[in-house]
């Protein structure tokens, strides 16, 4: 599935992204879980915490927009996302 991610709020680089510009993103899967997932895949572990907790969900740090909605709640992790989606992902600790 192909989508445009966006990353914001994290001050160390993430392959596949140039900075805070939109980025194409090619990803097995059709959930927000297996986007994050991808993107993530490679990271070191602090890295990845800021998008992950644990094996099976989402960091509470991490704030999710689908084509400009904010999506929370605890299920988000398994929301389905269908082609051209824009993601967009704020990392905002504290």
């Known amino acids: 599935m192909r989508v445009r991610g966006k990353i914001a709020g994290i001050s160390k680089a993430i392959q596949g992204f140039d900075g805070q510009k939109e980025t194409s993103v090619d990803f097995p899967g059709s959930s927000l879980r ?6 993530s895949w490679g990271m070191d572990t602090k890295t990845r915490e800021l998008f992950l907790l644990g094996p099976g969900g989402i960091s509470p740090d991490l704030v999710t927009i689908v084509n400009g909605i904010v999506v929370s709640g605890s299920d988000r992790f398994n929301l389905r996302l269908k082609e051209g989606d824009r993601i967009e992902l704020v990392s905002s600790p504290g």
Do not use: A, T
């Open 34 to 39: 297996d986007f994050i997932l991808h993107i």
